[in-house]
């Protein structure tokens, strides 16, 4: 997992995750990781993950993803309780209550429409319908592990 935290920060990506072989991802929030749960979910079972900001979003699509383990240097208390849930083993740098949006002006849209529901398949609704979200080509770049 140090690997996984040590590329997370020197090369400034979004997140590192690591099934058999390391990729490193570029884009913002969740994206990334909606995508890979639509487009290659037996990359994200199993696997390590590092990321920068985990809301309750995106540890809905860790848990679905049936990820192993996660480092974050932030997590939500709705996200930490989730994965916590899940029994995934987790590390990370700080808990706040909420995740706060880009801007700093308030609470991310994502948490905020996920923090009050605990059903897994409905928080993925929510996720799916928002209209941020897009399916695209994950931007993974693969590293030699």
């Not at 996200?79 to 002006?105: F, G, Y």
């Amino acid at each position: 997992m140090d690997k996984l935290i040590k590329l997370l920060h020197e090369g400034n990506y979004s997140c590192v995750i690591k099934n058999k072989e390391i990729s490193t991802f570029t884009q913002r929030g969740i994206t990334d990781l909606y995508d890979l749960l639509n487009t290659d979910p037996a990359f994200l079972r199993g696997a390590q993950i590092a990321d920068k900001v985990i809301g309750k979003a995106a540890a809905v699509l860790m848990v679905l993803g049936r990820v192993q383990e996660v480092y974050t240097d932030i997590i939500s208390e709705p996200a930490l309780v989730l994965l916590r849930r899940a029994n995934i083993k987790l590390d990370c740098m700080q808990v706040v209550p909420r995740i706060q949006n880009r801007d700093r002006t308030g609470w991310c849209p994502l948490e905020t429409l996920c923090y009050e529901e605990n059903s897994l398949e409905i928080l993925y609704s929510i996720i799916h319908d928002l209209s941020l979200i897009h399916i695209s080509e994950p931007t993974r770049h693969s590293l030699i592990s």
